[in-house]
Structures are given as structure tokens and as C-alpha cells.
């Protein structure tokens, strides 16, 4: 196996964490950098297990600090990069989309000058890998599944934020000649999500016995992919993906999310030793978001035509192992949610 140094963006985020073990696990001659701002969403207590192997290194830094980039990158030699870092989350981006904006899309432009400034346009063995999602495409009808030449169409700040990344990724294979891969995936769920999305906020919320918040009627429909097959797949594009090409990622696994609610409630009445029907009655409808997309549905077949992956957890499976890791993990929430680990960071890095 080749010696690579491979630089990985948001790695102390919820899927960044499941890339950035897969990669030091599986691939010992690699060097792994995972670089992070570490905002609310980036905790390094997701990378505990595997901090003091050899060929993993962490470095807190901002994709808006072009200097540090450039520093990062000279001191490294990057072969390959794989760019998670982003604000996430749909609420958040109602809120500021302003701080989307410069995350998502001049954070990624930064990245981009930099790693083709950096490699002086020699691309042999180099990639650039932009993780994106399936929401820049929208909202889809029933029926429609999205694929790779479905139009761009992105409903919210985020999505936006994300679309406009996408775009700049595409203008650098095809203005400069960088090596860009881009995949786009579905909703994912596992270990170490953060409580402020659907799954995790609804276990979260049945521990300390606060209400279940459906948006809307309950109606939207997710296409839900279990976080580790996402990983895979990112491994899998890595290695295996054409220059130039996106990829759609996604486990053919709608559920509307009412139905994913009761699904949830009817497991953690099991798990928890209560009687059937007592989560159930914490649902709680609310005011729907604004502009909630209705549906997103991914059509995975380029990826598993061109690599030969495919989902391995099917969502009974994953749901239980989601919602045992967190039975077993209430102290990761309970810190997530008080923000210990925040003032924590603050005082080690001093505010850097
Ligand atoms: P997350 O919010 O859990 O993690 C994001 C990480 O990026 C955090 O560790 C955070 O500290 C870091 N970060 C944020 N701003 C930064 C900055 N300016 N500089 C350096 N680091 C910064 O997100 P996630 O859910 O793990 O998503 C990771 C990527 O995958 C994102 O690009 C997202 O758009 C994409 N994605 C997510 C999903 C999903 O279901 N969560 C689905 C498809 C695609
Ligand atoms: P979320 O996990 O925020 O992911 P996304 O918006 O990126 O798909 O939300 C998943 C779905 O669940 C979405 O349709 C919004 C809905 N939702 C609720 O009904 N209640 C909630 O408290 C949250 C966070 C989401």
C-alpha cells in the first residue's frame, strides 16, 4: 500500500469522525490530517478510540484562514483532500445564513485555491473530494428520484450554501484542471450524530422526557443512509471515483418522518422497559419549517454500477444500533448538550 498524506476537512463532525477512523484503521500507511475548527457541531471526543494511532494527526484550524491553509499544506504535502467541513444544519441556516455562506462556499473556494496553488498544477495522484448533499437538488416530486443530471435546484440557505460549493468545485476541474470528485448523500444516522437533528434529537428527548417535535404534518419524507455505509462509500469514490464526475449516495430507504417517529418511539418503549405507546405520547406537532423541502430521494445506481458498493445496514439494523450507542453513550449527550466540551476546547486552544 502507498505512503499518502491525505487531508480531511471536518473531521471531528459527525460524518467526518466515521471518515477519518475508517481511513486511520484501514489504511496504516496513510497519514491522516483532520483539520477543525471545532465549532458547536466538532467535538474530539468522537475520535477518542483512535487519537493515538500513529498515522493520525489533528490540526484546529478555519477554512477561512487562507494562511493557515497554505502553512497546512506546506507542511503536510497533501496528495488528497476530502472536504467535510460545512455548517449542517437546515434550522441554523434559516437563522444566519450569512455564516453558511462563508463557510460553505468561501471556505471550499479557499480550499480549492489553495490545494491547486499548492500542487503548481502538478495533478498526478492528486484529488480533491467535496462532500456535498442531496438537498442541492431540492425538493422531489413523488415518483422522482434524483439522479447526477437531476438540475441543481437548492430550496433553502443551506442547501444554497451547498450548491454554490458544488459549482466552484466543477469551475476548478474545468477551468484549472483539478482533480475534483464530488458525491452527493442522503440523510445519514448512527453514532455520534448531534442532537440538534431528527434522530438524535428524538432519543435525546425521550431520556429527559421532553416533548417529540414533528414539523408541519409530519409528511416530509427522508431517504435515511446509515453513517458508516456513507463512510464506505467515501472510501469507495477515493479510490475508485472518475475525475470530474459526482456521485449520488443512498440507501433507497424512504420514511415519511411521522412514520419514522412512531418507529423510533415503539424501539425506545422497548429498550427502556415501558409500556408500549409511552414515547408515542410525547409527539408534539409545531410549526413547520419555512420552506420545508417535501421529499429528497436518491437514485445510488451510477455508484453501485461504476464501484460495486452498496448499503450493508439495513435501517432496522442501523436504527438499534444507533439508538443502543447512545443508551450507552448518555454521557456524550449529556456533554453535547450542556456545551461542557465547548468551554473545555476554549480553555485548551485559548480561544484560538
Ligand atoms: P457536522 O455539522 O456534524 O460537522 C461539521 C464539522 O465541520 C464540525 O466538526 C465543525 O467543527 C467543522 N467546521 C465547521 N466550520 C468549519 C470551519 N470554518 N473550518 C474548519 N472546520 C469547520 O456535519 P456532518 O453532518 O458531519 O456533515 C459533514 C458534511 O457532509 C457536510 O459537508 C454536509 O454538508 C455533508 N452531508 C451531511 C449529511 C447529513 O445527513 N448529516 C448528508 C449529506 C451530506
Ligand atoms: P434534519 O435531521 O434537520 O435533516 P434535514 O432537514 O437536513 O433533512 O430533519 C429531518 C426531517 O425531520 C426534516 O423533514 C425536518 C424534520 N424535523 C422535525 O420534524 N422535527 C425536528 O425537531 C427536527 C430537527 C427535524
Known sequence: MSKRNILITGGAGFIGSHVVRLFVNKYPT?????????????????????????NYLFEKGDILDVEFLFDTFKKYEFDGVIHLAAESHVDRSLHNP??????????????LRVAQTSWHENY??????????????GSAEHGEFFTETTPIDPKSPYSASKASSDHFVSAFNNSYGLPTVISRCSNNYGPYHFPEKLIPLLINNILNNKPLPVYGKGENIRDWLYVEDHARAIDTIFHKGKRGEVYNIGGNNEWKNIDLIHFLCHLMDKKLGKDEGTCAKLITYVKDRAGHDLRYAIDPSKLIGETGWRPEVTFEVGIEKTIDWFLANQEWLRNVTSGAYLQYYSAMYQGR
Open 30 to 54: 496513510y497519514t491522516i490530517v483532520n483539520l477543525d475548527k471545532l465549532t458547536y457541531a466538532g467535538n474530539l471526543e468522537n475520535l477518542r478510540d483512535i487519537e493515538k494511532k500513529p
Open 98 to 111: 450569512n455564516e453558511f455562506a462563508a463557510t460553505n462556499i468561501i471556505g471550499t473556494l479557499n480550499l
Open 124 to 137: 498526478q495522484d492528486k484529488l480533491f473530494y467535496h462532500i456535498s448533499t442531496d438537498e442541492v437538488y
